[in-house]
T-cell receptor, first 115, second 116 residues
Framework: AQKVTQAQTEISVVEKEDVTLDCVYE???????LFWYKQPPSGELVFLIR??????QNEISGRYSWNFQKSTSSFNFTITASQVVDSAVYFC????????????FGKGTKLTVNP | NAGVTQTPKFHILKTGQSMTLQCAQD?????LSWYRQDPGMGLRRIHY???????DKGEVPDGYNVSRSNTEDFPLRLESAAPSQTSVYFC???????????????FGDGTRLSIL
C-alpha cells in the first residue's frame, strides 16, 4: 500500500535560514510520481513540483530545491534563505501509474518563518 | 481564469440538513475528485470520477454522494449533515492516466463547511 510520511509536524525558523522538509514514501510500484504542494494561510493548494520515479535528477527552482533519493525512498524539499512568505503548510504526495489516480498525501508540515 | 471553481467558499449547516458543494472545471480534465482536509490528517479522498457517468468511492465516502453528468461539473452532496463532516473540502482535477499519470492535480480554493 502507498504511504507518505512527513515526520515534521511543525518547523519554525528565522528569516534567511535554510530549511529542509522531509518526505518519506512507501510503494511497491516501480513507476510512481511524487509531488509537493504548498498551502498558504489563505487555504488554497498550490502545486510546486512533480518528480517521476524514473528520473532521479534533483531539481532547483530559485530558492527551492528537491532531493529525490530512491535508495532511502525520500523526496525532501529545501528552501534556501527562507522568507516570511514561505510560511505555509507543505504537503508531499504520491501517485502510482494507472490504478484509480489516487493521490496519497502526507499529513503536512507547517512551516513558520519569523522575521 | 481557467481552473477549478468551488462554491460556496464558506457555509454553516445544522445537523440533519442537506447541502451540495459545487465543483466546476474548464480545463477539459477527465479526472475529478473530492478531498476533505482535517487537522493532522492531511487530505483524504472522498469520491472520484474518471469520466462523465462514472464515479467511485475513495477512502472516506460514507455520508457523501456524487454525480457526474458532464465533463465540467462534479457536485458533492451531503444528504444529512453530521458534525463529523465539519471540514475543508477540496475539489481537484487532472487529465486521466495513461499518458498523463504524471500530471499534477489542480485544486480549487476549498469550501469551509461547519456543521452545528
Amino acid at each position: 500500500a502507498q504511504k507518505v510520511t512527513q515526520a515534521q509536524t511543525e518547523i519554525s525558523v528565522v528569516e534567511k535560514e535554510d530549511v529542509t522538509l522531509d518526505c518519506v514514501y512507501e510503494t511497491r510500484d516501480t513507476t510512481y510520481y511524487l509531488f509537493w504542494y504548498k498551502q498558504p494561510p489563505s487555504g488554497e493548494l498550490v502545486f510546486l513540483i512533480r518528480r517521476n520515479s524514473f528520473d532521479e535528477q534533483n531539481e532547483i527552482s530559485g530558492r527551492y530545491s528537491w532531493n529525490f533519493q530512491k535508495s532511502t525512498s525520500s523526496f525532501n524539499f529545501t528552501i534556501t534563505a527562507s522568507q516570511v512568505v514561505d510560511s505555509a503548510v507543505y504537503f508531499c504526495a504520491q501517485k502510482t501509474q494507472g490504478g484509480s489516480e489516487k493521490l496519497v498525501f502526507g499529513k503536512g508540515t507547517k512551516l513558520t518563518v519569523n522575521p | 481564469n481557467a481552473g477549478v471553481t468551488q462554491t460556496p467558499k464558506f457555509h454553516i449547516l445544522k445537523t440533519g440538513q442537506s447541502m451540495t458543494l459545487q465543483c466546476a472545471q474548464d480545463m477539459n480534465h477527465g479526472y475529478l475528485s473530492w478531498y476533505r482536509q482535517d487537522p493532522g490528517m492531511g487530505l483524504r479522498r472522498i469520491h472520484y470520477s474518471v469520466a462523465a457517468g462514472i464515479t467511485d468511492k475513495g477512502e472516506v465516502p460514507d455520508g457523501y454522494n456524487v454525480s457526474r453528468s458532464n465533463t465540467e461539473d462534479f457536485p458533492l452532496r451531503l444528504e444529512s449533515a453530521a458534525p463529523s463532516q465539519t471540514s475543508v473540502y477540496f475539489c481537484a482535477s487532472s487529465y486521466f492516466r495513461i499518458l498523463f499519470s504524471n500530471q499534477p492535480q489542480h485544486f480549487g480554493d476549498g469550501t469551509r463547511l461547519s456543521i452545528l
